[in-house]
Structures are given as structure tokens and as C-alpha cells.
């Protein structure tokens, strides 16, 4: 329970606010939720989903449009998993919920080498679970917890690594067409959700299933952003705007524009080569 003095209490509401503020804009911005969806929020136990969830209940209180919310987890029966820590929690605070247990903790253990990072196989083996249980139970959006911050360093590790200017949309049709997944959390800086999620003291489960290993390649990412925001605050504030403000005819993909069937206006041209030979000056007087 959060139980703070007047002063840091302050802090959190002026917190909270710009939290809700943020994924209520973002949510507005891409049309995220609508009347009568049925929302899965994916609980993972980290500190992202519990406050996508913690705002999403508080949001749907006053919301224009009436939606359903069920909080889904996943448990893939990895070794000391504490499988009361999430149904306790949302029983404490009367959300509706589900917990799909499927072993895809010896799936990825036996797939992948030793030493190996397992988080591409983990995600998309959890992916794929939590799609067919949207498809069997109603569910109209699939809200998962990446940030800004994931955003922004999955922009840059496929443009350092991929050779793609990509990142993670605030929503999207997955590639079946079965399923829209939204990330509310979108506008929301990491460094906020981690206070928040401190503050709040939920009850954070951390991924064991490969020793919380590091992504080096994410981690180094990570690293640089951080560095930018120190040494130039505001930075990643506009590289995630030139995101949103994206200009093709300035870039060199041929299949986003025509850069084939460029024709000059010779309308254009020719008042171009007349403008040359008048003194506007002299005719204005």
C-alpha cells in the first residue's frame, strides 16, 4: 500500500497524472480502444504491464466509450514460478483475469543452445499463445506494455542491425489479420513507469526463465539512449516525434513513393524562367 507524506504524495499524483495523460493521448491518437471492445491486458509480472493495467482500470472509470478489461497471464512453468503473486494481486483489486499455463519453458530450453539468447523463441511461442486464447475468448485488442523507450530502441536496433527504419507501432494488425494489438504505454518515458511502479509497490515477478540475461545488442541500445538523454535532454522526445512525421518522397524506398515516374511541371518551369526576367520591383510601382 502506498502510504506516502504530503509532499512525496504530491509527487506521485503529479506522476500518475502525466502517466494517464500520456497513454490517454496515445489511445486517443490511434484509436485504440472503442465502444464495446473487450481488451486482454497481457500481465507479464514486470513493471511495464502492472501500470498499463493500474491505468487502464483507473481510465476506464471515465472513459467516453465503455470497454472490458481482463488481465491475462501467461505462466510457462518456469522453475519457482510464484503462481499466487499475480492471482492474489488482482483479486486485491477486482480485475477479471485469466492464467494460461503452457509449458514453453522446456520448449525454448530444448531448442535453444545453452548460452543462447531465448528471447526471440520465448516471445513468439508467448505471442502465439496469447493470439489463440484472443481468437477463443471475444477479445477485440491485445494491449501489451512497450514504452517509448522500446519504441525508440527498436527503431535504432534495426536500423544498426537490420538495415530498416522500423520500429514497434502503437497499434497493429497482426500479420493473420485476426488480431489488433494496441500499446497504450506508447507515449510513457521508462524511467516514469519505473518510479511509478516503485511507488506503487507492485508486486514485480522477474523473468528467470534465462537468468534475466541481457540482450546485448537491446542493452547497448539502451545504453545510448540514456547517454542522449543525460547529455541532451529533449532528444528523445523529437526522435520519437520524427517518427510520427515521416516524410517518403525524402527517403529512397521505391516502394513507399514514386520515384520512377518523377516528371517535372513544366507549368511550374516556365513561370520559374519568366520570373527570371522581371524587375517585380519596377512593376509595383
Known amino acids: 500500500m502506498f502510504d ?11 506522476l500518475q497524472k502525466r502517466l494517464r495523460h500520456a497513454v ?12 464495446g471492445d473487450k481488451v486482454m491486458v497481457c500481465l507479464s509480472g514486470g513493471k511495464d504491464s502492472f501500470t498499463m493495467l493500474d491505468i487502464l482500470v483507473n481510465l476506464q472509470k471515465t472513459a467516453p466509450v465503455s470497454f472490458e478489461l481482463v488481465a491475462v497471464n501467461l505462466d510457462q512453468k ?35 543452445p545453452e548460452g543462447q539468447t531465448t528471447c526471440g523463441l520465448c516471445s513468439r511461442l508467448r505471442r502465439g499463445t496469447l493470439y489463440g486464447y484472443a481468437e477463443a475468448n471475444g477479445i477485440t485488442k491485445i494491449a501489451l506494455g512497450h514504452h517509448r523507450d522500446d519504441i525508440l530502441e527498436t527503431f535504432f536496433l534495426n536500423i544498426f542491425y537490420g538495415g530498416k527504419l522500423k520500429a514497434m507501432p502503437p497499434k497493429l494488425l497482426s500479420d493473420d489479420k485476426k488480431n489488433i494489438v494496441i500499446r497504450p504505454l506508447a507515449y510513457c518515458r521508462e524511467k516514469d513507469i519505473s518510479r511509478f511502479a516503485r511507488l506503487k509497490n507492485f508486486p514485480i515477478i522477474p523473468c528467470n526463465l534465462c537468468g534475466s540475461q541481457e540482450n546485448l545488442q537491446r542493452k547497448a541500445m539502451k ?15 523529437t526522435i520519437f516525434t520524427s517518427l510520427q512525421n515521416i516524410s517518403p518522397s ?5 516502394r513507399l513513393f514514386d520515384f520512377i515516374s518523377l516528371q517535372r511541371d513544366a507549368t511550374a518551369i516556365e513561370a520559374q524562367d519568366f520570373s527570371q526576367f522581371v524587375d517585380f520591383d519596377v512593376l509595383a510601382l
Open 4 to 14: 506516502p507524506d504530503q509532499k512525496s504524495r504530491g509527487q506521485f499524483n503529479k
Open 24 to 35: 490517454g493521448d496515445a489511445i486517443a491518437d490511434y484509436n485504440m480502444i472503442e465502444e
Open 78 to 112: 518456469q522453475p519457482g514460478f510464484p503462481e499466487h503473486v499475480l492471482p492474489e494481486y488482482l483479486q486485491s483489486i477486482k480485475v477479471p483475469y485469466h492464467i494460461i499455463e503452457k509449458d514453453t519453458y522446456s520448449v525454448v530450453k530444448r531448442v535453444i
Open 223 to 237: 545504453d545510448m539512449l540514456n547517454a542522449w538523454d543525460r547529455q541532451f535532454p529533449g532528444r528523445l522526445e
Open 250 to 254: 525524402q527517403l529512397a524506398d521505391r
